[in-house]
């Protein structure tokens, strides 16, 4: 089992900033990649950034060159920088965890709120 804790979302306005983390923990031996999703209301559920554990990165298109996602393996924590903040980047964002341990099991957080609006 592995535990995803997200923080750092909030409301902001149009072109701010906000960094979101997740923190994984339990069974993380296996992760093999992590990474960031979102949803806005009456929308799919749809990719923002992933990390590998090898390092590689694959952003959305709508959020190339605005937001970067890194990871503190000494924290086991992964990050989602996010800048030049849109209206249309609001959603509710979800840490995802990708562990292969024979199968391929994914795990989500709870998510954290992300509102752009002056």
């Known amino acids: 089992q592995v535990q995803l804790v997200e923080s750092g979302g909030g409301l902001v306005q149009p072109g701010g900033s906000l960094r979101l983390s997740c923190a994984a923990s339990?069974?993380?031996?296996?992760?093999?990649?992590m990474g960031w999703y979102r949803q806005a209301p009456g929308k799919q559920r749809e990719l923002v950034a992933t990390i590998t554990s090898g390092g590689s990165t694959k952003n959305a298109e709508s959020v190339k060159g605005r937001f970067t996602i890194s990871r503190d393996d000494a924290k086991n924590t992964v990050y989602l920088q996010m800048n030049s903040l849109k209206p249309e980047d609001t959603a509710v964002y979800y840490c995802?965890?990708?562990?292969?341990?024979?199968?391929?099991?994914?795990?989500w957080g709870q998510g954290t709120q992300v509102t752009v609006s002056s």
């Open positions: 995802n965890a990708v562990i292969v341990d024979g199968k391929e099991y994914d795990y």
């Open positions: 339990g069974s993380i031996f296996n992760i093999y990649a």
